[in-house]
């Protein structure tokens, strides 16, 4: 059975990190793009963040851009967010995802598993 286990997230204040983290067990994801995303309360889930196989290309939402770091370690089935500078409106459940394949997508179609998500509460 495939499994996304997100884990790191709760409750920090305006300008603090939180590191995210996303355990994959079932099959390898070494050959597949890997991304984030965020849904917050009443609004449709969004990209965040994705990674390509190799971790050598990397894309992200222009609202995180310069404060989020996605990165992954294929050797132990594990994907990463680093989330500095967090403002309120980070507020959301962040799910990581595995993509169809090795290609890199900003869209939710573009991802075949998904884990449950983590809450991430930023207090102003």
């Known amino acids: 059975q495939v499994q996304l286990v997100e884990s790191g997230g709760g409750l920090v204040q305006a300008g603090g990190s939180l590191r995210l983290s996303c355990a994959a067990s079932?099959?390898?994801?070494?050959?597949?793009?890997m991304g984030w995303f965020r849904q917050a309360p009443g609004k449709e889930r969004e990209f965040v963040a994705t990674?390509?196989?190799?971790?050598?290309?990397?894309t992200y939402a222009d609202s995180v851009k310069g404060r989020f770091t996605i990165s992954r370690d294929n050797a132990k089935n594990t994907v990463f967010l680093q989330m500095n500078s967090l403002k309120p409106e980070d507020t959301a459940v962040y799910y990581c995802a595995a993509a169809y394949g090795a290609r890199s997508y900003v869209a939710t179609s573009g991802y075949e598993y998904w884990g449950q998500g983590t809450q991430v509460t930023v207090s102003s």
């Open positions: 079932g099959r390898t994801f070494s050959n597949n793009a």
């Open positions: 990674i390509s196989w190799s971790g050598i290309s990397t």
